[in-house]
C-alpha cells in the first residue's frame, strides 16, 4: 500500500476515534503480547496502538480484537473493532479486514464511523482485484462495495474517491469483457465474441475500451457476412472517435470487404 494511502486512512480512522495519550505497555512483539492476561483497556488499547505506530499492522490487529474481548462493553471496544479493521488493511489481511469492518457495521450500523466502516470493505475488495486474465468475482465485490459507499455517503470524502475507483474498476472489466470477445474472435467464434463486445458498449460505453469494441463488432459483423451491421458499427465508431486509430482501421475495414456499403461518417 503507498505510503500516501495509508496516510489518508489512518488520518481518517484517528480522526473519527478518540485518541489515547495514557502510557503504552511495553514488550518485544512476540506471541505473549496476544495471549490472554487480563489488562485495564486503556493499557491494552494503548498496546495496540503503538504496534500500529511501530509497523506491526498484525499484531496490533491481533491486540485491538483483544481488547474487545477482554472488555466487550466499554466505549474502547468500538474504536478498537474500526482500528482492528484498518490493522488488518495495512498488514493485508483483506478477507480479516472485511470481517472486522462487517462486524463493527452490524452492531454499530447507525454510528459516525459507518462510512468509514464501509469505505474499508470497498478498498480491501479493490485491493484484491486480479489482473484481467483471472476470474474477476472479486472486481464485481470491489464495485458493488464502491457503490454502496458513492450511495449511502454521497457527499462524503469517501464517496469521492469511491467514484474514482467505480471508474477504474469499470475499465477494468470491460478489459475483461474484450479479453475473452478477443479470444472468442480468434477461435473463429464471431458470434460469441459480438456478445462480449456488445456488452461492453451496452455496460461499460464510457471505458477506454469502447472504441476497440466497436472496431471489433466491424470485424465479426463482416464475418458474419452482415455488412449492413459493420457499417452501423463503424458510423458509430466515427460519430463519436472521428480521430481515434479504430475509426481509420473500421473505415478501411469497410471499404476492403464490403466496398458497396459506405461508410455514412467521413474520414
Same mark, same amino acid.
Given at each position: 500500500?503507498?505510503?500516501?494511502?495509508? @496516510?489518508?486512512?489512518?488520518?481518517?480512522?484517528?480522526?473519527?476515534?478518540? @485518541?489515547?495519550?495514557? +502510557?503504552?505497555?511495553?514488550?518485544?512483539?512476540?506471541?505473549?503480547?496476544?495471549?490472554?492476561?487480563?489488562? %485495564?483497556?486503556?493499557?491494552?488499547?494503548?498496546?495496540?496502538?503503538?504496534?500500529?505506530?511501530?509497523?506491526?499492522?498484525?499484531?496490533?490487529?491481533?491486540?485491538?480484537?483483544? =481488547?474487545? *474481548?477482554?472488555?466487550?462493553?466499554?466505549?474502547?471496544?468500538?474504536?478498537?473493532?474500526?482500528?482492528?479493521?484498518? /490493522?488488518?488493511?495495512?498488514?493485508?489481511?483483506?478477507?480479516?479486514?472485511?470481517?472486522?469492518?462487517?462486524?463493527?457495521?452490524?452492531?454499530?450500523?447507525?454510528?459516525?464511523?459507518?462510512?468509514?466502516?464501509?469505505?474499508?470493505?470497498?478498498?480491501?475488495?479493490?485491493?484484491?482485484? /486480479?489482473?484481467?486474465? *483471472?476470474?474477476?468475482? @472479486?472486481? !464485481?465485490?470491489?464495485?458493488?462495495?464502491?457503490?454502496?459507499?458513492?450511495? *449511502?455517503?454521497?457527499?462524503?470524502?469517501?464517496? /469521492?474517491?469511491?467514484?474514482?475507483?467505480?471508474?477504474? =474498476?469499470? %475499465?477494468?472489466?470491460? +478489459?475483461?469483457?474484450? !479479453?475473452?470477445? *478477443?479470444?472468442?474472435?480468434?477461435?473463429?467464434?464471431?458470434?460469441?465474441?459480438?456478445?462480449?463486445?456488445?456488452?461492453?458498449?451496452?455496460?461499460?460505453?464510457?471505458?477506454?475500451?469502447?472504441?476497440?469494441?466497436?472496431?471489433?463488432?466491424? !470485424?465479426?459483423?463482416?464475418?458474419? +457476412?452482415?455488412?449492413?451491421?459493420?457499417?452501423?458499427?463503424?458510423?458509430?465508431?466515427?460519430?463519436?472517435?472521428? +480521430?481515434?486509430?479504430?475509426?481509420?482501421?473500421?473505415?478501411?475495414?469497410?471499404?476492403?470487404?464490403?466496398?458497396? @456499403?459506405? =461508410?455514412?461518417?467521413?474520414?
Amino acid at each position: 500500500m503507498s505510503t500516501t494511502r495509508k @496516510t489518508f486512512l489512518a488520518a481518517a480512522v484517528l480522526g473519527s476515534l478518540a @485518541t489515547v495519550t495514557t +502510557g503504552c505497555a511495553g514488550g518485544s512483539g512476540g506471541p505473549r503480547d496476544t495471549a490472554y492476561v487480563a489488562r %485495564d483497556v486503556e493499557t491494552l488499547y494503548s498496546s495496540a496502538k503503538e504496534r500500529l505506530d511501530a509497523g506491526n499492522a498484525k499484531l496490533a490487529a491481533a491486540l485491538f480484537d483483544e =481488547v474487545e *474481548r477482554q472488555h466487550p462493553y466499554s466505549p474502547w471496544a468500538r474504536r478498537a473493532q474500526l482500528m482492528s479493521a484498518f /490493522s488488518y488493511y495495512v498488514a493485508r489481511d483483506y478477507t480479516k479486514s472485511i470481517q472486522s469492518a462487517q462486524r463493527f457495521l452490524s452492531i454499530h450500523p447507525g454510528n459516525k464511523d459507518a462510512p468509514y466502516a464501509y469505505y474499508l470493505i470497498a478498498l480491501s475488495y479493490y485491493e484484491q482485484i /486480479s489482473d484481467i486474465t *483471472r476470474d474477476q468475482k @472479486t472486481t !464485481e465485490l470491489a464495485l458493488a462495495a464502491l457503490r454502496e459507499v458513492e450511495r *449511502r455517503f454521497p457527499q462524503s470524502e469517501y464517496a /469521492s474517491d469511491a467514484r474514482l475507483k467505480i471508474d477504474l =474498476v469499470n %475499465d477494468h472489466l470491460a +478489459g475483461k469483457e474484450m !479479453e475473452i470477445g *478477443r479470444f472468442y474472435e480468434r477461435s473463429g467464434k464471431w458470434t460469441a465474441a459480438q456478445i462480449r463486445f456488445q456488452n461492453v458498449i451496452d455496460t461499460y460505453q464510457t471505458t477506454s475500451h469502447a472504441p476497440e469494441a466497436l472496431y471489433r463488432l466491424t !470485424e465479426t459483423s463482416l464475418a458474419l +457476412g452482415i455488412p449492413q451491421e459493420a457499417k452501423k458499427y463503424a458510423a458509430v465508431l466515427g460519430a463519436n472517435y472521428p +480521430g481515434s486509430k479504430w475509426y481509420e482501421k473500421a473505415y478501411e475495414l469497410v471499404q476492403d470487404n464490403a466496398p458497396d @456499403t459506405q =461508410v455514412a461518417v467521413a474520414k
